[in-house]
């Protein structure tokens, strides 16, 4: 009988749930909304996975009496403690099989590196950095953003952005084009209307407007440059971090770039490699394309004692074309 695995990866921004059969091919793709339990609870977090992972099962046409192993990747994962009331969740969905869960991080590196190892950098809605070596040993940040020096997210370029146009508004800083893309962005009469809606909460912005940061970085804004380069500089040095804590500075290993705000491209990605080859000229560089769900099946192939590494290439172009032919 052919086996089936489920990737899940609950982001801060959205959620999916992929199943895949053992040969790799993806027969289901489906998604919610966003879970990272930090940001609601677990009751919620509970509800949004019976949701997603129910709509998988339905478009694959079976019941999860034939998930073979099932993988979760989850933003916001962050300690030991969470442990136990992630997996209480998990176990509310009834599967019989064996679960397999991990920083959301681990799950796009494992989605984006043949290898299986290496280093994942996730910037999108917030930002996170988990690494494992080939012994599986585990380095990591803390996920706690900017109380622990580690803010280069979406939300965190956007109140970048704002900042600058505050400090230029009350003559501390230099002028900047997104004073200008801001305002018109929120429908405010003039800067100070924008910043008085944004402190009285008129105005609501979100991780997707970091989109305007780079728009004006393109045109050489010079605030927008700076900003970039600020983020930029974190996420290096949060992937050095975890470089020094799996001593792999002098190895040959895959980074994968995870997360929506790498689609800048070379803006977001040619200052990272920079600052990672500086100390670890053999890192290979890999922009995740596809979702990291994928990452998912394999943790949970790993459950079954599955070899991922020869899987992992036929996973990969499977998800791609099932998630292009979904998409058409």
Not at 104 to 117: F, V
Not at 289 to 302: N, Q, R, S, T
Request: glycine share 12%; net charge negative; with cysteine.
């Amino acid at each position: 009988m052919t086996e089936f695995f489920l990737g899940v990866d609950v982001g801060s921004s959205k959620t999916h749930a992929m199943i895949a059969d053992e040969n790799g091919k993806v027969v289901a793709f489906a998604q919610g909304g966003p879970g990272n339990p930090e940001n609601t609870d677990y009751r919620d977090f509970t509800s949004l996975l019976q949701a997603v992972v129910c709509q998988a099962l339905e478009e694959a046409g079976f019941q999860r009496n034939l998930i073979a192993g099932a993988g979760f990747g989850v933003s916001g994962y962050d300690w030991p403690s969470q442990t136990e009331p992630t997996l209480n969740a998990i176990r509310q969905l009834g599967l019989i099989a064996p679960i397999g869960l991990a920083n959301d991080a681990i799950i796009g590196l494992l989605a984006g590196s043949e290898r299986g190892w290496g280093v994942g950098i996730v910037a999108g809605t917030g930002c996170n950095c988990w690494g494992w070596d080939l012994d599986r040993r585990v380095g990591r940040m803390t996920g706690c953003g900017d109380w622990m020096g580690e803010a280069a997210g979406g939300m965190d370029l956007v109140v970048r952005a704002i900042r600058a146009i505050a400090l230029n508004w009350t003559r501390r800083g230099p002028e900047t084009t997104l004073t200008d893309a801001f305002t018109h962005l929120t429908g405010a009469k003039d800067p100070s209307d924008f910043l008085e809606g944004v402190a009285l909460e008129r105005y609501r912005l979100n991780q997707t407007h970091a989109t305007l940061v780079f728009r004006a970085a393109e045109k050489g804004d010079q605030v927008a440059l700076q900003i970039i380069e600020d983020m930029t500089a974190v996420l290096g040095d949060m992937a050095l971090g975890v470089i020094r804590q799996l001593d792999l500075a002098g190895q040959e290993f895959d980074v994968v770039f995870i997360g929506g705000l790498f689609k800048a491209g070379v803006l977001m990605t040619s200052p990272v490699e920079r600052i990672i080859r500086a100390e670890a000229p053999g890192a290979q560089f890999i922009l995740l394309e596809i979702p990291p769900a994928v990452g998912g099946i394999l943790l949970a192939m790993e459950q079954a004692g599955l070899d991922t590494q020869s899987i992992h290439p036929s996973l990969v172009r499977s998800a791609g074309v099932y998630i292009e032919l979904s998409q058409a």
